[in-house]
């Protein structure tokens, strides 16, 4: 829901009350709820295991989970908070968070946040140059992959009871029901 007033700015964002989550997009400041215990699990999973195998496999990508800024068009104009980033040009990380677009996002669908996830962030995704998102939706035990780097524009759905592989990270594949089924 985005909070009143006009036109909101950059020093507008980061002048909020430590501990208060929001996204600047278009202007607008989008209050973001607290999420379920099933989404941080699956956020907190993911995260790990892909900062597991790039470790493992000698990568230099960074995995970060949110709360973590991302400057989307590296222009102050549009922050958001993916639930899982994994960027692989570090001169885009700074101590604010990324400046720029990652090459990997994750999204996990909140009973509040699915509008955001399926229309407005796929959008902003993909135009600022995100090389893969994925939606991950608990509450339809799916996941959407949108491979936007390799031209693809219909997204590839899995269901939880099947491996989800990554295009960025060749090889790396996240087990969706493992995780729901270790609630």
């Known amino acids: 829901m985005p909070l009143p007033k006009h036109e909101y700015t950059a020093e507008d964002y980061w002048a909020l009350p430590d501990g208060t989550r929001a996204e ?8 973001l709820a607290s999420p379920s215990r ?18 493992e496999h000698g990568g230099s990508c960074e995995v970060n989970a949110a709360p973590f800024a ?40 909140s009973p509040s946040s699915g509008g955001m996830d ?9 135009d ?4 893969e998102y994925w939606i ?4 339809r035990r799916r996941t959407m992959v949108y491979p936007f780097g390799m031209d693809v524009a219909v997204p590839t ?4 009871a099947e491996p989800v592989p990554s295009s960025v990270l060749t090889s790396f594949a996240m087990d969706f029901e493992r995780v729901i089924n270790g609630l």
Do not use: M
């Open 38 to 55: 099933t989404h941080q699990r699956l956020a907190l999973e993911l995260a790990a295991d892909l900062r597991d195998f790039i470790r």
């Open 70 to 109: 991302v400057n989307l068009f590296a222009d102050d104009a549009t922050f958001v908070e993916p639930d899982v980033t994994v960027v692989c040009d570090r001169d885009k990380l700074t101590d604010r968070g990324c400046n720029g677009a990652p090459d990997f996002v994750v999204e996990v669908v």
């Open 24 to 31: 600047l997009i278009d202007g607008e400041l989008w209050d």
């Open 157 to 160: 759905i899995y269901p939880f």
């Open 128 to 131: 600022a140059g995100v090389r």
């Open 136 to 139: 991950c939706d608990p509450a």
């Open 118 to 126: 399926y229309v407005t962030k796929l959008s902003l995704y993909r």
